[in-house]
């Protein structure tokens, strides 16, 4: 296999589905964009119901039944959108896409109403507006690329936004949320390294949501960035049926830190349309959480986020592990094992 699957019925040729499920994929397929990357097809081994790799890709009826808390903007990135292509929820940042492709369509994506081979990019006056934008509100210190898959525009166009970002002297950093280094990773060739070189600081946040995503391909893309001085971050989506197993978020987030990428996020899914059958309850993400402090460094450990509905941003929803004694005037502290402890100890410890 050599080329992007977009088609049910090169789907279903590759083997990836059985022919009695072509009319569901096809009916998803009218709904939602579909693209499966040969390097993440390969890694396809059973159907959609089984496999975590199929499960994010390969196309399911339940996409279709949509449920009362659904919502088609589910961060509410839509009401915070001033100029065409910015987002600006929090006062010191802003989220810039450039255009609305990705190299593959997750089932699971939060703006799956607005990505897709269809979605329109910013045309020149319109990336103009949206540059003049940060450069008239000294407050805007982060300008974070995503969208859409911001490294899958061309080098030359990449390195012209960072070389106009990198100029405007309040920034201080210029980040990129993007899937390509896990799902194409031949794409993180030296020119797309090189147009990312700038004097400001410029993180990539990969992300990638089971530990056989990190295959020697990806390590050699991310190693890439690594060379050419570049910090790297991830964000994972906890999904039911992909990572919603502490063994296997142990075994993603470690096999991420040795490839010199620091976790950030896992994110609790979004309300999505179509999307329920990936969600988890808060209380499941908090039990696998705990799980995972004292199984695994703190290196590994990533901040368990919920993107509020209705733009509200985004929250830690992880465990806590202290609460406050009023009556004692101090703290009682949950250990690894679940014992309880007075903090400032009032006796023996
Ligand atoms: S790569 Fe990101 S933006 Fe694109 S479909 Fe997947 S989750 Fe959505």
């Not at 959108?81 to 492709?101: E, F, N, Q, T």
């Not at 995503?146 to 980040?175: E, F, K, Q, W, Y």
């Not at 502490?246 to 179509?274: E, Q, S, T």
Request: hydrophobic residues 45%.
């Amino acid at each position: 296999m050599t080329r992007t699957l977009r088609q049910p019925a090169e789907i279903i040729a590759a083997g990836l589905a059985p022919p009695g499920r072509a009319a569901e994929i096809a009916a998803v397929a009218r709904r939602y964009a579909v693209a499966i990357t040969p390097d993440m097809a390969k890694l396809i081994t059973g159907d959609a119901a089984g496999d975590p790799i199929a499960r994010q890709f390969v196309p399911q009826a339940q996409e279709l039944a949509t449920a009362p808390e659904d919502l088609a903007d589910p961060i509410g990135d839509h009401a915070f959108s001033p100029v065409k292509g910015i987002v600006h929820r929090y006062p010191d940042r802003v989220l810039l896409m450039p255009h609305h492709a990705c190299a593959v369509y997750c089932r699971f994506c939060f703006r799956r109403e607005d990505v897709g081979p269809q979605g329109e990019s910013l045309n020149r006056a319109e990336l103009a507006a949206a540059l003049d934008y940060i450069r008239a509100r000294p407050e805007i210190w982060e300008v974070i690329l995503t969208g859409g898959d911001p490294l899958l525009l061309s080098p030359r166009r990449i390195a012209a936004i960072v070389r106009a970002l990198d100029a405007i002297p309040h920034l201080g950093v210029i980040r990129f949320h993007t899937r390509l280094p896990i799902v194409e990773p031949k794409r993180i060739g030296a020119a797309l390294v090189k147009a990312l070189a700038a004097a400001k600081a410029v993180y990539v946040v990969i992300h990638a949501n089971h530990p056989r995503e990190l295959t020697p391909q990806a390590r050699a893309a991310c190693a890439r960035l690594v060379r050419a001085g570049i910090p790297l971050l991830s964000q994972s989506v906890l999904l039911r049926g992909v990572n919603d197993d502490a063994a296997i978020l142990a075994a993603l987030f470690r096999g991420l830190v040795a490839m010199r990428v620091k976790p950030y996020y896992l994110h609790h899914p979004d309300l999505a349309p179509g999307t329920g059958h990936f969600r988890l309850s808060l209380g499941e993400g908090q039990a696998l959480m705990r799980r995972l402090r004292g199984r695994v460094s703190g290196l590994c450990q990533p901040n368990y986020v919920l993107d509020l509905p209705g733009g509200h941003g985004k929250v830690p929803v992880g465990p806590c592990y202290a609460e406050p004694d009023e009556e004692a005037g101090s703290w009682r502290i949950e250990d690894l094992a679940g014992r309880r402890h007075d903090y400032p100890p009032r006796g023996e410890v």
